[in-house]
């Protein structure tokens, strides 16, 4: 699996920075609102303890962390997957809309790559046993 990566074409992404950053979002927000509610807003002395007893926020912290980096992990991959797509040239096709969502498969090859080739690929398709090659517009 050496190398895979690079010969997909996987691109670094910045998805791990995004999760970061909303962990120590959470982490912040639940050690800051816990320091806010038990020593600013509502200090209670409890047989001479401090106001400020950090120990007893890390549970929370440690939860409202994981909470947050999820959260940053589900909505940066879908943004940075560029999700929701309302809209693909492909449903311009009049047999994409008579048959995807009832007896057909459905292949897009898309002509950003700078080595597609249109005659090339129809011929590699029709070869591979496909029943209808079509060239969709944008």
Same mark, same amino acid.
């Given at each position: ?37 038990? %020593?600013v ?6 047989? &001479?303890? +401090?106001?400020?007893?950090? @120990?007893? $926020?890390?549970?929370?912290? /440690? ?9 940053? %992990? ?7 997957? &560029?999700? +929701?797509?309302?809209?693909? @040239?492909? $449903?311009?096709?009049?047999? /994409? ?22 005659e ?14 079509e060239?969709?517009?944008?």
């Open positions: 699996m050496d190398g895979l990566a690079e010969a997909i074409g996987f691109k670094k992404t910045r998805l791990p920075l995004i999760i970061l950053c909303g962990g120590l979002t959470g982490a912040c927000t639940a050690f800051g609102f816990q320091y806010w509610a038990s %020593a807003y509502y200090p209670y002395n409890i047989g &001479g303890r +401090p106001f400020f007893s950090w @120990p007893a $926020f890390i549970p929370i912290t /440690f939860e409202l962390t994981v909470l947050f980096a999820s959260f940053a %992990a589900v909505f940066g991959m879908i943004l940075l997957n &560029g999700l +929701p797509k309302p809209y693909h @040239p492909v $449903f311009n096709s009049e047999r /994409f809309a008579k048959h995807a969502t009832s007896d057909g498969f459905f292949l897009s090859v898309e002509t950003s790559d700078p080595k597609f080739d249109m090339t690929t129809c011929a590699l398709l029709s070869g591979l046993g496909a029943t209808h090659v060239a969709v517009a944008q």
